[in-house]
Nanobody, 115 residues
Framework: QVQLVESGGGLVQPGGSLRLSCAAS????????LGWFRQAPGKQRELVAR???????YYIDSVKGRFTISRDNAKNTVYLQMNSLKPEDTAVYYC?????????WGQGTQVTVSS
């Protein structure tokens, strides 16, 4: 079992930055895949970024060069640094973990990019 708790969402102006955090209930060193998904109103949930073990990263094209996923094994936390935010980044962001062939999700944190 893995519990995931996100934090760091909020309202930001276009061009601004936010850092999302996801704290895991167990050591993330043993978790196969960690990532961030998002779901905008009326749209399907989509993968934004993921980080494997060891530290291989993947990003969807729309966030490449703007978002950075990272992990701190000592704090059992995965981060998503989001820079140059755009209105189309507005969504609920979910932390994700794949551990022992099971998928785990956080409760989600709202990110709103608006002037």
């Amino acid at each position: 079992q893995v519990q995931l708790v996100e934090s760091g969402g909020g309202l930001v102006q276009p061009g601004g930055s936010l850092r999302l955090s996801c704290a895991a209930s167990r050591t993330i060193f043993s978790i196969n895949v960690l990532g961030w998904f998002r779901q905008a109103p009326g749209k399907q949930r989509e993968l934004v970024a993921r980080i494997l073990s060891p530290d291989f990263t993947y990003y969807i094209d729309s966030v490449k060069g703007r978002f950075t996923i990272s992990r701190d094994n000592a704090k059992n936390t995965v981060y998503l640094q989001m820079n140059s935010l755009k209105p189309e980044d507005t969504a609920v962001y979910y932390c994700y973990a794949r551990y022992n062939y099971n998928d785990y999700w956080g409760q989600g944190t709202q990110v709103t990019v608006s002037s």
